[in-house]
């Protein structure tokens, strides 16, 4: 569990032996993102995990051009 309410109620939780980013929540992160922290740390921590299996793949599967994930847009590494 990661999140939780007040009130006690689950707002989050992840998947800790996945083999790759699990996270659920139970609500809008991107509903104003840049006013909200946790949201910001998210799409961050999502984003990390896109570039780094981005970076994992073989060369030939690898787009030259940027990728848009969440509200945030990620460039290519340039040293790709």
Not at 11 to 16: F, P, S, T
Not at 22 to 30: D, F, G, K, N
Not at 54 to 75: H, N, Y
Request: hydrophobic share 40%.
């Amino acid at each position: 569990m990661e999140a939780t309410a007040p009130d006690g109620i689950v707002e989050a939780v992840r998947i800790e032996a996945a083999e790759s980013f699990a996270l659920a929540v139970q609500w809008h992160p991107e509903y104003r993102t840049p006013d909200n922290p946790d949201s910001v740390k998210l799409y961050s921590a999502f984003n990390a995990a896109v570039l780094a299996r981005w970076r994992r793949k073989p060369q030939t599967q690898q787009s030259s051009r940027g990728m848009r994930c969440g509200v945030l847009e990620l460039q290519a590494p340039k040293d790709a």
